[in-house]
Nanobody, 123 residues
Framework: QVQLVESGGGLVQPGESLRLSCVVSGAAPGFTFSRSAMSWYRQAPGKEREQVARIITFGGSTNYSDSVKGRFRITRDNPKRTIYLQMNSLTPEDTAVYYC????????????WGQGTRVTVSS
């Protein structure tokens, strides 16, 4: 079984920063962390879950939603089987539960989720 565990959420004031982590453990047929596309999603109260950042495998190319572009940065540490989301210049609109995701976009053979970590931005 593959497990994703997020951490690093909390309560911060507008303009502050947070760094989220997602540690991936376990194994499953067809899953290799270093070869997996990894993403961060978030779900705000009353809203649908949205993808905010994604990092692919080779080359580490990244994509960001318009709402976080220039403020958030996704990185990965393959030996540690961990991904990070550095969030800067946080606003109340960033308040949400943040989820880590591992997905096989090529064949759809896996789609793993963490349990989420809550981020609250409030003065």
């Amino acid at each position: 079984q593959v497990q994703l565990v997020e951490s690093g959420g909390g309560l911060v004031q507008p303009g502050e920063s947070l760094r989220l982590s997602c540690v991936v453990s376990g194994a499953a047929p067809g899953f290799t962390f270093s070869r997996s596309a990894m993403s961060w999603y978030r779900q705000a109260p009353g809203k649908e879950r949205e993808q905010v950042a994604r990092i692919i495998t080779f080359g580490g190319s990244t994509n960001y939603s318009d709402s976080v572009k220039g403020r958030f940065r996704i990185t990965r540490d393959n030996p540690k089987r961990t991904i990070y989301l550095q969030m800067n210049s946080l606003t109340p609109e960033d308040t949400a539960v943040y989820y880590c995701n591992a997905k096989d976009y090529a064949s759809g053979s896996y789609d793993y989720w963490g349990q989420g970590t809550r981020v609250t931005v409030s003065s």
